[in-house]
């Protein structure tokens, strides 16, 4: 009786572990895009929750591009620390 | 213990295992699942209703897990597993073929994998469920 309960414990226990792995190796990755000189290209920015608008740009050039969610204007990023991005 | 327990206990594990990662991840990241889910090219759906869905699939997982624990409602289970594997399969049918854009993969297995091989995982995994689905009516037959 003990080991059918010990085995789906076991097995909780790695998933629960493999979990937390994965989101901590992918909490960086979100893509984004930004309507830069080239039109429309992705970038990969940490930028999902927060009231600031979310905002990049290439050095050196200074200019600053918003970051949308998807290819259209429609669906911009907020950020929490209002910081520009240098990618 | 019969090599057609054997087979059918493994199933189980491995669909324990995958659901239960499934939906810890998703619960841990329901911010950007959410997210994921808004910016769906083919999900043209109101906020509350992705809202809604934003909890329901994660919660419908956690159900998947408990069934498969729990011997009672492993055949619930089976069938839960079932109808969520084929709605993913449709969902990235339609992400691959009919969507204009592929959306950001940023949330849980999705971020490592891509679309297509996401695809064949839940082919592979649809599969695995039918062969599990055999080997328990076998079994209560037997």
Redesign the interface.
Known sequence: MKIKML??VL??I???G???T??S??DQ????YINGPNGWESVNVDC??GSEDCKVRFLPNPTEYQVF???DES?PLNSASGEIIDL | MTRDKIIYISIS?IL???F??AA??KL??Q??FY?NL??S?ILELPSLVIHIMAWLIPILEVFV?IG??WKRFQVQAIYLIVILLITYIIYTLAILLVAP?S???????I??IGWTQHLYLQIGLLSLTFVEMYYHFKISKS
């Open positions: 085995l789906p097995a909780l790695f998933a629960t493999m979990s937390f994965t989101v190796a992918t990755q979100v893509t984004g999902v929750m969610a998807t290819e669906t | 594990y324990l295992i995958v239960a990662f810890i991840t841990l990241e911010e950007k997210t808004v910016n090219p897990v498969l624990i854009y959306p950001c993969s940023c949330g849980g297995v971020a490592l």
